[in-house]
Nanobody, 123 residues
């Protein structure tokens, strides 16, 4: 499975961005999908995950209420809508796919990673 993420950029604090990640080479609907981020000098951390059918979502406490993960299985795409961005959200964002469980994704156990897209929030 190949994952291609896009949508990053430079935004002012308080602004919004929507990331997209499109999958190819596999059965998209069979994967739990997740978003992660890695800031300079820090470990990669879980941001959000979504179940195969899109009915259940999971969020890190740091983004709960500001970020929304969604998916369109017909388009093989997962999205991350990010609102009320602040400087602490600055990082490279990665999408990921896992044939296992959302709990595994939250534990950074994934089968496939996307290439990452930079999000920079200016204060």
């Amino acid at each position: 499975v190949q994952l291609q993420a896009c949508g990053g950029g430079l935004v002012q604090a308080g602004g919004s961005l929507r990331l997209s990640c499109t999958a190819s080479g596999g059965t998209f609907g069979s994967y739990v999908m997740g978003w992660f981020r890695q800031a300079p000098g820090k470990e990669r951390e879980f941001v959000a995950a979504i179940s195969r059918g899109g009915l259940t979502t999971y969020y890190a406490d740091s983004v709960k209420g500001r970020f929304t993960i969604s998916r369109d299985n017909a388009k093989n795409t997962v999205y991350l809508q990010m609102n009320s961005l602040n400087a602490e959200d600055t990082a490279v964002y990665y999408c990921a796919a896992r044939k296992g469980t959302a709990v595994q994704v939250m534990g950074v156990q994934v089968d496939y990673w996307g290439q990452g897209t930079q999000v920079t929030v200016s204060s």
